[in-house]
């Protein structure tokens, strides 16, 4: 048998999962309270570390986050998150960044995609050793998530032609009320 819990048409979040699941256990449906537990876990996985690092063709992409509780409200269920990105050209070309692409959920599943160009209104241009560090924020309705992407890149030849693209990953990283605050150094860009 195959349970899905859905919501108006959606797959259900953790509060109503984990609703079924207490149901499915009180009715001693095992098989079924197995599945939600699973989909539960994906949906609230055990602690993201609120750091990743990446590597994709030569570009190191490092990233930490932070909880801004001075520019949250938990009340209205808003909860600001910061995240540092530095990213490192640790291959033999230079690279451009042109565009980002996020994925960002919170901790009921709901997932928000993201796409733009540059970062911070920055294209930033990376020649071999060369770093970019920049801090942006994403707002959550609940005090857990994660958010993780690519970056798309361009490669240039040693006569400045443009050469190939890439998607730079940038590994999933936790953004947790848990994990504590920016330190006051670091805000801003």
């Known amino acids: 048998m195959q349970l899905r819990v859905t919501l108006q048409g959606q797959t259900a979040g953790a509060p109503k999962l984990e609703a079924a699941l207490a149901a499915a256990v009180a009715e001693q449906r095992f098989q079924d309270a197995a599945a939600l537990r699973d989909k539960l876990r994906q949906l609230r996985p055990s602690k993201i570390p609120t750091t990743s690092n990446a590597w994709t063709q030569g570009?190191?992409?490092?990233?930490?986050?932070?909880?801004?509780?001075q520019q949250s409200s938990p009340r209205t269920g808003s909860y600001i998150f910061a995240y540092r990105i530095t990213i490192t050209n640790e291959g033999q070309v230079p690279v451009k960044l042109l565009s980002r692409h996020w994925m960002i959920a919170d901790g009921n599943g709901h997932m928000e995609e993201v796409k733009g160009p540059g970062v911070v209104g920055q294209f930033p241009l990376l020649r071999p050793g060369e770093s970019f560090q920049y801090t942006s924020a994403a707002p959550l309705k609940t005090p857990q998530g994660y958010m993780e992407g690519t970056?798309?890149?361009?490669?240039?030849?040693a006569s400045g032609a443009r050469g190939e693209h890439f998607q730079a990953q940038v590994a999933r990283f936790g953004l947790d009320t848990d994990a504590g605050c920016m330190p006051a150094k670091q805000h801003g860009r």
């Open 151 to 157: 970056f798309e890149m361009v490669t240039f030849t």
């Open 59 to 69: 570009v190191c992409v490092q990233v930490s986050s932070y909880f801004l509780p």
